[in-house]
Antibody, heavy 121, light 110 residues
Framework: EVQLVESGGGLVQPGGSLRLSCAASGFTFDNYAMHWVRQPPGEGLEWVSGINSRSDNIAYADSVRGRFTISRDSAKSSLYLQIHSLRPEDAAFYYC??????????????WGQGTLVTVSS | QSALTQSPSASGSPGQSVTISCTGTSSDIGGYNFVSWYQQHPGKAPKLIIYGVTRRPSGVPDRFSGSKSGSTASLTVSGLQAEDEADYYCNSYAGNNKWVFGGGTKLTVL
């Protein structure tokens, strides 16, 4: 069974930093692209960032490029999102998502339960 | 990248069929067959129900079907059931390693 468990969310002041983690299990982590998708409470979904299986193709939404860094660790079967210069509009549930291929694939196949990032002074 | 356009709400009675539309451009839906749909119940994570425009993952009832014409994708739910009441989001690859979601449609089963 595919499991994606996010952690690292919390309350952060504007301008602050945070590192989100996602522990993956139930599939061969090295064979799949991974993504982060966020959802402000009560609002819609926004794709944030993706990384392919070999970490040689990384992409970001325009809204986060330069402030967010995605990475993965095959030894730990884990995905990360380093967030800097947090803004109020970054407040959201952040979902760790498994792609359906080694590169981008065609869909966001499995989703974690999300971790909540709150930005407030 | 701009979000795909979905109607905010849709509704139908049990047993009826409902179609949810998702409008994009030639740069996303119209340019690629990488359209997917997600179902989200309150307080839960989204779940993939359609990928590659028309394909259903294992375990998703065949009451759910997808299609595309030009730059508009559609999700049809046939034989509506109470448990189909949820938010539905469309998504498409938008080129240049970008992905874009629709704003979501709240489906109410009357």
């Amino acid at each position: 069974e595919v499991q994606l468990v996010e952690s690292g969310g919390g309350l952060v002041q504007p301008g602050g930093s945070l590192r989100l983690s996602c522990a993956a299990s139930g599939f061969t982590f090295d064979n799949y692209a991974m993504h982060w998708v966020r959802q402000p409470p009560g609002e819609g979904l926004e794709w944030v960032s993706g990384i392919n299986s070999r970490s040689d193709n990384i992409a970001y939404a325009d809204s986060v490029r330069g402030r967010f860094t995605i990475s993965r660790d095959s030894a730990k079967s884990s995905l990360y999102l380093q967030i800097h210069s947090l803004r109020p509009e970054d407040a959201a549930f952040y979902y760790c998502v498994k792609g359906d291929g080694a590169d981008w694939g065609t869909s966001f196949q499995y989703w974690g339960q999300g971790t909540l990032v709150t930005v407030s002074s | 990248q701009s979000a795909l356009t979905q109607s905010p709400s849709a509704s139908g009675s049990p047993g009826q069929s409902v179609t949810i539309s998702c409008t994009g451009t030639s740069s996303d839906i119209g340019g690629y067959n990488f359209v997917s749909w997600y179902q989200q119940h309150p307080g839960k994570a989204p779940k993939l129900i359609i990928y590659g425009v028309t394909r259903r993952p294992s375990g998703v009832p065949d009451r759910f079907s997808g299609s595309k014409s030009g730059s508009t994708a559609s999700l049809t739910v046939s034989g509506l059931q109470a448990e189909d009441e949820a938010d539905y989001y469309c998504n498409s690859y938008a080129g240049n390693n970008k992905w874009v979601f629709g704003g979501g449609t709240k489906l109410t089963v009357l």
